[in-house]
């Protein structure tokens, strides 16, 4: 069986396609907030029940490379705004699963805020991924009268510009981009000004929702998360019976902050393994 499938993939390289990569994924917990009111979180919740926050990085191997689903953060002011328990740098968190910083070939932003974005210093080889608009808006309009820049953090913007400059970011130009093979990105669930959304091509696909999704709540209840403005709110449901839709169930869609994938996946530590 080996050897057909070895053929199989020397033949299809002789005609110039490429086999499908099959990558691995796993989620790591380098942080929790606890008692942070559900309806924080989940629009219309109840303000009265407190759930404990997962902070999350989920990192993709395959292909020849190994990739980061946001890249979370270490600056020192957010931790007493969120009461920050069990941290672990980013950098430190993603050696758990075997992966040293200096050996993550890209990060793939899911959005700008704080939490997912405050990382992109740590891992120095990689290339680093956003949406061509979320990068324009928070280097930009988002400082001036009337923008909008709640949760983005000013040294994590100036790190966005930076690495810019070095020829080390690239701009991904709206929806369903595949950035590497069998890697695609999404947009229109409006978390911030064009936040974006991951899919894990393979026989069983698996859709990475960072805060687009924060809960499985959200999904089981049809409520949205909190998202750029209230107008946005409906929006921010379609987006995630589109993500169903890409994943093929509700099952394989990954929430951004839920420590429940944590007990729904195999766990060792603060490493799940989704597939």
Known sequence: MLKRLMLAGFALSLMGVNAPVDYSIQAIRYGVSPGVPVGALVVGGPQDEKVDVDFVVWLIR????N????????????????????YLRPDEAVRQAGVTPEEVTDVVISHAHWDHMGGIDLFPKATVWIQKDEFRYYTGEAWQAGGHSGGIDPDDVQQLVRLNTEGRLRLVDGDNAEILPGIRVFVGSRHTFASQFLRVDGKLPFVLASDNVYFYRNLAEHKASATFSDADHAANIQAQERMIQLAGSVDRVVPGHDALQFQKFPTKGRVATIK
């Open 62 to 65: 395959g292909g020849g490379h």
């Open 67 to 86: 990739i980061l689903f946001d890249s979370g953060f270490h600056r020192e002011r957010w931790f007493k705004q969120w009461n920050i328990t069990d």
